[in-house]
């Protein structure tokens, strides 16, 4: 790879004697990695080898992805490359934080702290990118989360309608990208000596924004995946001048992981517990992670209200018709939002949502169509087979031609609405018609796994 001479000069000045090693883990080979949902009932996945543990994250192993696979499609693993495995596992959340992952998509880091949240809490993914935030909807969907709402809204206007309100922010912030030169050999011609400088100004106002909404004692993650001080330990010095309440904290370090480097910046010697992976060290494509928390205090600002259902009578109906067909437990009326032609389950106590621009405000449980109710996609993945009546068991070759929209036959099954497993993990829905499954996999979905 050719790598700016700017570059070259700026990393054997900051590294001395490291930069040799630093700068020929360019050539080498990306790492891939993916981590296992432990929402999945405990499903291990079966195209995908578990023999080489990410040591220093608790789902995640190393190895490429097969996205025409069972084990992607249902959400059972999740692509991610190693070393940013490790900003999920310092964020840790627990079930019952409120917790917002403020520039998320394609969703690794989402996905990541909703592994620990078990269902609980909430959740609020953001992306300001509005295609980019679709695709993060899409993997929320896919990982099956019942706790996330994923928004579209800048930081500075998301900062107004949740005012000291997360107990743990992630802000893992756009950036120069220079740990990603080896997957994305495009993104080396977008480095220019200033590129840094200027990524370092957006970081800067998006922490500003994540600061208002964080809570007295609530704990801020920031992350880039770039090597460059200015958008690594001068932002957090930047921080830690401005914020008198905010204090780092220690982060717990691991082989080849290094100490942040307060000779970067302004020689604050807090800066040290933050951390570097670099990709000479750790087999990964390096990070920069700091962990910092706000000073106990007051809370200045009152409770928000909580969201409203708003079904009306005929929707009520239509959807309790479907539901009692396929759902043990029945979803309290009071979690239940139209939104547009569709129903969505919101998680417990959600904030009024007003005006914010919501892709997707919990789980996305089906559409209207004309007089009826069609169960979607998501309220299968975001459940165990056991939440529902009578599942559909598939065979391997039946989940193809499910995924690749074809109609099939079973026996025995009652008609009506049936959610379809396949090796213990809920696929979609079909309607049986006297022994033939109607296909409601999404057409925009729909694949070969094989080539035909
Ligand atoms: C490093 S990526 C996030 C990766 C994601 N956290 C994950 O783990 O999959 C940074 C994201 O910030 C978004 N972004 C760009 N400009 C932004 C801004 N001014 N404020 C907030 N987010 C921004 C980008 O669209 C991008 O999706």
């Known amino acids: 790879m050719q790598l700016p001479t700017a570059f070259i000069q700026k990393y054997t000045e900051l590294l001395g004697e490291e930069a040799p090693a630093f700068l020929a883990a360019f050539e080498e080979q990306p790492t891939r ?92 993914s953001n992306e300001i990118n509005r295609k980019r935030a679709e695709i993060l909807a899409e993997n929320v969907e896919r990982f099956g989360l019942q706790n996330t709402v994923v928004t579209n809204e800048s930081p500075d206007s998301l900062e107004k309608y949740f005012p000291e309100f997360f107990n743990v922010i992630v802000v893992d912030a756009p950036c120069s990208g220079e740990g990603m030169f080896r997957k994305d050999h495009e993104a080396v011609q977008y480095w220019t000596p200033d590129y840094p400088a200027s990524c370092a100004n957006r ?39 401005n914020y008198p309440d905010m204090q780092m904290v220690p982060i717990k370090k691991f082989p080849g992981m290094q100490d942040g480097r307060p000779e970067w910046a302004d020689g604050n010697p807090q800066l040290k517990a933050a951390l570097r992976l670099f990709p000479h060290q750790v087999r990964g494509e390096g990070h920069f992670i700091a962990q910092l928390q706000k000073a106990d205090g007051q809370m200045q600002v009152k409770a928000p209200k909580p969201q409203k259902t708003n079904l009306n009578r005929q929707q009520k109906q239509d959807w309790h018709k479907v539901e009692g067909q396929i759902l043990k ?63 559909v068991q598939l065979t391997q070759a039946q989940w193809e ?29 079909g309607k049986v018609v006297n022994g033939t499954v109607k ?14």
């Open 329 to 391: 437990t029945p979803i309290p009326e009071s979690r239940l939002l139209v939104f547009g032609d569709y129903l969505y389950a919101m998680p417990a106590n959600l904030p009024q949502l007003a005006n914010l621009q919501v892709v997707r405000p919990g789980v996305n449980l089906g559409r209207y169509k004309k007089n009826r109710f069609e169960p979607g996609l998501p309220l299968a993945l975001a459940n165990q087979p056991e939440a529902f009546v009578a599942p």
């Open 33 to 124: 990695g993916f981590r296992v949902n432990p929402l999945k009932g405990g499903q291990t996945p079966t195209a995908h080898t578990l023999k080489e543990p990410v040591q220093y994250c608790s789902f995640g192993y190393y190895g490429a992805v097969d996205g025409k696979t069972l084990d992607h499609q249902s959400g059972l693993i999740y692509s991610q490359e190693p070393s940013a495995m490790y900003v999920g596992e310092v964020a840790h959340p627990q079930p019952q934080d409120r917790v917002l992952d403020l520039c998320a998509a394609p969703g690794g880091k989402t996905t990541h702290l909703a592994s620990f949240m078990a269902q609980g809490g909430l959740l609020v």
């Open 203 to 241: 970081q800067k106002k998006i922490l500003q924004s994540a600061l208002k909404m964080l809570r007295p004692g609530g704990r801020l993650i920031y992350s880039t995946c770039t090597f460059a001080p200015e958008e690594d330990e001068q932002n957090m010095a930047w921080l830690l001048q």
């Open 439 to 452: 296909n409601f996999y999404p057409k925009k979905l729909r694949f070969a796994v094989r080539n035909k």
């Open 401 to 429: 031609n499910y995924v690749h929209g074809d109609t099939f036959t079973v026996s025995e099954v009652s008609n009506g609405w049936h959610v379809l497993v396949c090796r213990g993990l809920t696929v979609g829905f």
